[in-house]
């Protein structure tokens, strides 16, 4: 059974940095491929950023490239999230999300299996 534990949301003012952490339990997660996700009340799940565990690729939605980065330690089982210069739109609610299918991009919510909890991360003045 897979089991994922997102933290490390909080408050914090235009311009901050935030880092989330997923904490993964269950299989060998070596082949997975990990994903975080937003939404805010009204919209669909939205994709953040991607990586393939067994080759270390990332891959970013266009809105935050250059300021998050997704990092893993596959020795504790945990991935990172972290997010620089925030801005007021990327305020809502982070999860972070686990496939084991072979899925080409994997950037659609419905590409992935397994979610956490979530963890609110609101960006204001």
């Known amino acids: 059974q897979v089991q994922l534990l997102d933290s490390g949301g909080g408050l914090v003012q235009p311009g901050g940095s935030l880092r989330l952490s997923c904490a993964a339990s269950g299989p060998t997660f070596s082949s997975y491929t990990m994903g975080w996700f937003r939404q805010v009340p009204g919209k669909e799940r939205e994709f953040v950023a991607r990586?393939?565990?067994?080759?270390?690729?990332?891959y970013y939605a266009d809105s935050v490239k250059g300021r998050f980065t997704f990092s893993s330690d596959n020795a504790k089982n945990t991935l990172y999230l972290k997010m620089n210069n925030l801005k007021t739109e990327d305020t809502g609610v982070y999860y972070c999300a686990a496939t084991s299918r072979t899925v080409l991009h994997a950037i659609g919510w419905r590409d992935y299996d397994y979610w956490g909890q979530g963890t609110q991360v609101t960006v204001s003045s």
């Open positions: 990586i393939w565990l067994a080759g270390g690729l990332t």
